[in-house]
């Protein structure tokens, strides 16, 4: 069983502060992805990682995925209350192929408040 | 705009009621996903289907069974709902997979469901 734990589970700041949100795996994936989810709303993608290493940003946030494909960040720079919400990571397994059809395992997530 | 669109956002139901939570997409997406989402559990996979008429068990299937007649929905039936189904269901759609290659899901907005 493949399982990826988030850190931490909660995390409170002031805007303007910078923060990162830790997501490791004993196993290794061949993508990670990361979601945003709003109260009372689904998860929305907001990225997906793929090769050992690699860094993407999105404006303030920025992604990078572990060279050994085990574990990834999320880092916000300048937070705002906008930035509120949970904070989901999921992995796609490395050794599944085709068989898994596209079943992700999820962290438990991560509850970012940021404070204006 | 491509979307996941879960038929009723709050259902409140009574023990031991037949519930049926329909899920339609309009992405021509080959899988298709149910979740239940509860504090400090995450999100957990109850059913999934990569083709219509085929299912796959998931994490916690019991109490729940799934239906897929058409490529566009998916049903989440609680055959005989109980207080501790009272939760946050949440479906989602993919792509296949495509060798090792996970495409990230779109969810839909949730339903509240609550068992009386």
């Known amino acids: 069983t493949q399982l990826l734990e988030q850190s931490p589970q909660f995390l409170s700041i002031q805007e303007g502060e910078n923060l990162t949100v830790y997501c490791n795996s004993s196993s290794v994936f061949s993508s990670l992805q990361w979601y945003r989810q709003e109260p009372g709303e689904g998860p929305v993608l907001l990225v997906t990682?793929?090769?050992?290493?690699e860094v993407k940003k999105l404006k303030r946030l920025t992604f990078q995925f572990g060279d050994a494909r085990k574990d990834s960040s999320l880092h916000i720079t300048a937070a705002q209350p906008g930035d509120t919400g949970l904070y989901l990571c999921a992995g796609g397994g490395a050794n599944a192929g085709g068989t898994s059809y596209g079943k992700l395992t999820f962290g438990q997530g991560t509850i970012l408040t940021v404070h204006p | 705009d491509v979307k996941v669109t879960q038929s009723s956002r709050y259902l409140v139901k009574r023990t031991g009621e037949k519930v049926f939570l329909e899920c339609v997409q309009d992405m021509d997406h080959e899988n298709m996903f149910w979740y239940r989402q509860d504090p400090g559990l995450g999100l957990r996979l109850i059913y999934f289907?990569?083709?219509?008429?085929?299912?796959e068990k998931g994490d916690i299937p019991e109490g729940y069974s799934v239906s897929r007649e058409k490529k566009e929905r998916f049903s989440l039936i609680l055959e005989s709902a109980s207080t501790n189904q009272t939760s946050m269901y949440l479906c989602?759609?993919?792509?296949?997979?495509?060798?090792?290659?996970?495409?990230?899901?779109?969810f839909g907005s949730g339903t509240r469901l609550t068992v009386v």
């Open positions: 989602a759609s993919s792509p296949a997979v495509l060798g090792q290659t996970y495409y990230g899901y779109t």
């Open positions: 990682v793929v090769t050992g290493g």
């Open positions: 289907s990569y083709d219509v008429k085929m299912k």
